[in-house]
C-alpha cells in the first residue's frame, strides 16, 4: 500500500473515489451532501487550501481522506474507501497517516463529524482512540435535520513518545 499526498491535479480521482463510496447513502435522508461534489468543486477545495491523502493497492487509488488544518487541529472529512475493498485497513492506515502528517505539522489533536446513524464509522474511530465530544443537530436548507457526533483524539508528542523508550 502506498499513500501519497494529493494536489488539485488529484480532484478526479478524489472525486471518483469518494462518489463510489458515499453511494451507499444515496437513500439515506438527506443522502450526503458528499454525492454533490463536482470534480471541479473538489479541485477548488484543494486550491484553496484543503489536502488529501489517497491510497493506492498495487497504482490502483482504493481510498482517500480529505482534511484541513486549522486553529482546533487537522480536521477530516470525506474518508472514503471503494467497497470492494473494504475491511483490509485502509482507513486505519490512511488515519495513520494523517496522524504522522499532524505530527510532522506541530499539531495534536484530530477531528471529525459522523452522522449519528452511521454506527460502523462510530465504532472504527472509538477503536482507533477517537471519543466523542459533543453531540449536535445539523439543520440542512430544505429542512431535514441530521444528528451528528463530534469526535477527536488527541495525539501523544512525538518527543514524549521516543523519551519512554
Known amino acids: 500500500m502506498n499513500i501519497i499526498s494529493a494536489t488539485s491535479i488529484d480532484a478526479e480521482v478524489i472525486h471518483d473515489l469518494m462518489i463510489r463510496a458515499f453511494m451507499e447513502y ?29 491510497a493506492f493497492e498495487e497504482n490502483i487509488p482504493v481510498g482517500m481522506v480529505r482534511f ?16 470492494e475493498m ?13 496522524e504522522d502528517y499532524a505530527h510532522k505539522v506541530n499539531v ?20 482507533l482512540g477517537y471519543e466523542i465530544y459533543n453531540e449536535e443537530v445539523v439543520y440542512k436548507p430544505n429542512g431535514v435535520s441530521i444528528k451528528v457526533v463530534s469526535m477527536k483524539k488527541n495525539l501523544i508528542p512525538r518527543s514524549i513518545v521516543v523519551n519512554n523508550l
Open 26 to 54: 444515496k437513500n439515506e435522508t438527506p443522502p450526503s451532501s458528499a454525492l454533490n461534489e463536482t470534480v471541479q468543486s473538489v479541485s477548488e477545495s484543494l486550491v484553496k487550501g484543503e489536502k488529501a491523502l489517497i
Open 68 to 83: 484541513l488544518v486549522n486553529e482546533e487541529g487537522v480536521y477530516f472529512f470525506r474518508l472514503s474507501i471503494i467497497p
Open 86 to 98: 473494504r475491511g483490509k485497513g485502509i482507513a486505519k492506515r490512511l488515519l495513520k497517516s494523517l
Open 108 to 127: 495534536s489533536t484530530i477531528l471529525c463529524k459522523v452522522r449519528m446513524n452511521v454506527q460502523k464509522n462510530i465504532y472504527l474511530y472509538n477503536s
